[in-house]
């Protein structure tokens, strides 16, 4: 097993911290993956769980009913993605991140509440990794970091690395530029995947942000409902506006 406690040499024009459960890390890897194919960037794919964010948080004041659960299926996932990369390498982590939040992500919601709850209570368990991992030509024996808390201090080294480089009121996706010595930021926060074109312009626009010294921020609560099937929004079409709060829907005005 990896020691957390060993810095891990950076050798990548990008880091991408991510949770699998967290749909706006999704959308904004989706929309970088449009930008490494164009670029030719490397990335490294790290870890932040919102699990761990929130370790001091009253769930049940602060979030809507299934997020726990949700929070808590992304560390095991985490685990999981920690094991894998003690076994094949970092370069396997970008495959295993898309493999595990098509799954989450880019299915239909259930047909009711039931059936949804169901779902969600699937993830990251053995039954919905195993195939995932047989597909990718991992060792099925891996599934049992899911509920292998001695994972947890490598997913938490990584967590405080990106809070190191942001600052810790933020969330995930995070991604650092041009690392180590340069910028990273919370976000972009986007609701829906752009065009191949769409997602270059909007890439230098970030960059250009980021690397001026004195930006800090621009940010808004409104946003459109996630252009994503579990989310009961097809790709093309534009999901309601809503208000969000520190990651999650307002549950009060």
């Keep these: 097993m990896t020691d957390p406690r060993v810095p891990t040499p950076i050798d990548a024009d990008v880091i991408f911290y991510f949770d699998p459960v ?3 890390a999704w959308i904004t890897s989706r929309w970088f993956e449009k930008v490494r194919a164009q670029r030719g960037y490397t990335v490294d794919y790290r870890f932040i769980s919102l699990r761990q964010l929130n370790a001091h948080i009253d769930y049940d004041t602060h979030f809507p009913p299934e997020y726990e659960e949700g929070h808590n299926a992304g560390l095991r996932m985490l685990r999981l993605a920690a ?7 970092r370069a ?25 709850a169901g779902r969600r209570a ?13 597909a990718l030509g991992h060792d099925p024996a891996l599934a049992d ?4 808390e001695s994972w947890d ?6 967590t405080d690395e990106a809070l190191a480089r942001t600052g810790k009121d933020v969330g995930t996706p995070i991604i650092s530029f041009q690392p180590p010595d340069g ?12 065009s191949d074109e769409e997602a270059v312009e909007l890439w230098d626009a970030a960059v250009t942000l980021a690397r001026f010294p004195g930006f800090a921020e621009m940010k808004r609560s409104l946003r459109e409902r996630p252009q994503l099937r579990s989310f009961g ?17 307002r549950q009060k005005k």
């Excluded at 970091?145 to 292998?148: P, S, T, V």
């Excluded at 929004?233 to 829907?249: K, L, N, Q």
């Design 22 to 24: 967290c749909p706006f």
């Design 83 to 89: 094991a894998v990369r003690d076994a094949a390498g």
């Design 92 to 116: 396997a982590m970008g495959d295993l991140y898309a493999a595990l939040s098509t799954t989450v992500f880019d299915v239909p919601r259930g047909g009711d509440d039931v059936a949804e």
């Design 122 to 134: 699937a993830l990251g368990t053995p039954d919905h990794v195993a195939p995932i991992l047989q």
């Design 145 to 148: 970091a899911l509920y292998d």
């Design 153 to 158: 201090a490598i997913v938490q080294a990584e």
């Design 183 to 194: 910028p990273s930021f919370f976000g972009p926060v986007i609701s829906r995947i752009p």
């Design 233 to 249: 929004v097809e790709p093309g079409e534009t999901g309601a506006e809503e208000d969000w709060h520190g990651g999650s829907r």
